[in-house]
């Protein structure tokens, strides 16, 4: 299957500050990339929708100015999670699609913030 | 608004055959049946999709019932790496401006020696 990276594979931050996660899709041209968030032995919930040259859309409850989404190309994704907190610590994980293609999932970022 | 139901979770021996279900008796005539994995701490991995027909490839084989309302996903034959998390889901084709993957709990299948 199609190949999506997503780097760092963890990161520890400071309370306060700001990390970025980036999404790339290797072999492919992904129209459409997806977030989700997912806590310790719970199911992936989905954060946001992305579309290459648009602005994201939320799904209901989760910040947009907190957790920032660029998809200014066709392979790349980041999501930015501005001053984060402890309760900000989980497991992100990118999934990138092109038009005719199923879903393919990045490894996921684990964050932690101190 | 869960979709799908699947048990929380099951075991199965190494070698043989694990039948993993899944209800939805909701689905929609333009709606697929996905099957996606989880290992522990990693993305989720594709096994296989299909609509009405029954499915086979190199990971897995689907089985959907004429009604379309249940699945059963089958592990042909099981072993310790096939230990995951098993979601089933319904979601519309590739190519639909509603295109939107949704997780629901999914099967924590274990597999022993």
């Known amino acids: 299957g199609a190949v999506v990276s997503q780097h760092p594979s963890w990161v520890i931050c400071k309370s306060g500050t700001s990390v970025k996660i980036e999404c790339r899709s290797l072999d492919f041209q992904a129209t459409t990339m997806f977030w989700y968030r997912q806590f310790p032995k719970q199911s992936l919930m989905l954060m946001a929708t992305?579309?290459?040259?648009?602005?994201?859309?939320?799904e209901q409850g989760v910040e947009k100015d907190k957790f920032l989404i660029n998809h200014a190309s066709l392979t790349l994704s980041t999501l930015t999670v501005t001053s984060a907190h402890p309760e900000d610590s989980s497991f992100y994980i990118c999934s990138a699609m092109d038009r005719n293609t199923e879903a393919f999932f990045g490894q996921g970022t684990r964050l932690t913030v101190v | 608004d869960a979709k799908t139901t699947q048990p929380p979770s099951m075991d199965c021996a190494e070698g043989r055959a694990a039948n993993l279900p899944c209800n939805h008796s909701t689905i929609s005539g333009n709606e697929y049946v996905y099957w996606y994995r989880q290992i522990h701490s990693q993305g989720p991995q594709y096994i296989i999709h299909?609509?009405?027909n029954n499915e086979t490839n190199e990971m897995a084989s689907l089985i959907i019932t004429e009604d379309r309302k249940s699945s059963t996903l089958i592990l042909p034959h099981a072993t310790l790496r096939d230990t995951a998390v098993y979601y089933c889901?319904?979601?519309?084709?590739?190519?639909?401006?509603?295109?939107?993957?949704?997780f629901g709990a999914g099967t924590t299948v274990t597999v022993r020696a």
């Open positions: 992305s579309n290459e040259g648009s602005k994201a859309t939320y």
């Open positions: 299909g609509l009405k």
């Open positions: 889901i319904v979601r519309v084709a590739p190519g639909s401006n509603d295109y939107k993957l949704s």
